[in-house]
């Protein structure tokens, strides 16, 4: 582990730009100069990843399945269903429900996360899925539906706030960034199932209900297998050290759980690292109550300003417009498989799993910092590429080609695992459940503002300008990027809390 010398101070955001080497010379733990080991089982490590990973998958397969169902909703004769004749109104009630949803999900972990624990909150999470999909999926009219997608919606909120935190918390620090990243890896995973899901079942009379029906078998699993693995050591440590049950019995408690999660491989180092854990956790202050007010001042705040900072320019650089014009984008290219949004979709999705992938691969040892600068470095030049095509640039199609995949691939580098990781990270523990809730929060507000201010904006500026637009706004995230953000690689999230903030 990282080192700050001998003394714990607290950098401030002008040495936040340094990479976890430059924060101290040698690898030693925060208190006390005696590392315990993080030995772990492979086997035992990928559980406690997969599980809350699921809902990740679900939240991804929603995104893919419910473009192919409303091709499904709205034709006459495939619909099954007399309601088929939707206006714009009711059919981004539809696209959006789960959105909205996410947003009600994002709202409620603010006030529960903290209490239910990150477990309990997952399994929250999959009942939500499973209801949410079999009410859509059955819904004999536009009115339940809508309630379904916005209860499926719901679970998405949860899951999008609990599983990073679960993950952080539980696996061994050097893979943390591969893990969590993973689940971005997943989410991409979801969505290129659910087109190629949908696909297969769009020429099905009512097929939209099979699409909706297919996920609940996922939900159910999740929900096994959250109920099967044990919470977060830091979780129960937490209670602990603020006096939220008895110290011994949930040190034990968090030591049966610590051996479940890394198996055999732990040995008898357990209960030295819960130990540690327990010492970082109350030289850092987490033994005190937290309060509303702290979430805007000192570390909390730091913490808010890095974590919110990159899911906002995660949504505000464009992402979900430019994936709007891929298919037009293609089809002007001369692709014969742009004609069919499904298939631009699918292959998009096959690219955005593959950049996911070397993200996965290198985020624990190139680091958080690299892969964001160079990843929104090429968002950059992408979408002034595209500005530049739909300004002066529109007899050269190929230019819109290569800017759309560089822009699609340098996300899926970038701000596509690497926002998630990060807010998963920087929040302190006992803030951790209402920080990244507000996170989650800010996450799918700004993704619906950019959906809906699209539109408007592209009607009143054109296509050029807009992309021009989100260039600009990729610029100044660079610039946060350098400025604020911190590295975050080989640290435990007890170091992160003390070094970073």
Known sequence: MASDSEQPSLP??????????????????????????????????????LFPALGGLLYGYDIGATSCALISIESATLSGISWYDLSSVEIGLIT??????????SILAFNIADFLGRRRELITASILYL???????????????????????????????????YIAETAPSHIRGQLISLKEFFIVLGMVAGYGIGSLLVDIIAGWRY?????????????????????????????AIQGKGNMQDLKETAICCLCRLRGEAIGDSAS??????????EFVGEEKEATLGEMFRGKCLKALIIGGGLVLFQQITGQPSVLYYAATILENAGFSAASDATRVSILLGLLKLIMTGV?????????????????????????FLLGSYYVFLDDVPAISVVALLLYVGCYQLSFGPIGWLMISEVFPLRLRGRGLSIAVLVNFGANAL??????????????????YLFGVIAVLSL???????PETKGLTLEEIEAKCL
């Not at 101290?24 to 990928?46: C, D, F, Q």
């Not at 959006?96 to 999900?105: K, V």
């Not at 539109?455 to 992309?467: D, E, N, R, Y």
């Open 12 to 49: 401030s955001f002008g040495k936040v730009g340094k990479s976890s080497r430059e924060i101290g010379a040698e690898e030693e733990p925060l208190v006390n100069g005696i590392r315990s080991s993080e030995n772990y089982s492979v086997a035992a490590a990928i559980l406690p990843f």
């Open 96 to 105: 959006s429900g789960s959105l909205y949803g996410a947003l009600i999900g």
């Open 359 to 383: 993200a996965v691969i290198v985020v624990d040892r190139i680091g958080r910092r690299p892969l964001l600068l160079g990843g929104v470095s090429g968002m950059v030049v992408s979408l």
């Open 272 to 281: 030295e690292l819960v130990d540690e854990i327990l010492n970082e956790l």
């Open 211 to 239: 699409m909706y029906g297919a996920s609940t078998p996922l939900a159910v699993i999740m929900g096994i297998g959250m109920w099967w693995l044990p919470e977060s050591p830091r979780w129960i440590l937490l209670r």
């Open 131 to 165: 209801v949410g999909a079999l009410v859509t999926a059955l819904a004999p009219d536009l009115v339940v539906m809508i309630i379904g997608r916005l209860v499926f919606g719901i679970g998405i909120g949860l899951a999008m706030h609990a599983a990073p935190m």
């Open 479 to 485: 610039l946060f990027i350098f400025f604020i953000v």
């Open 450 to 467: 950019v959906t809906f201010a699209f539109s408007p904006l592209k009607a009143w500026l054109g296509a050029g300008l807009v992309f």
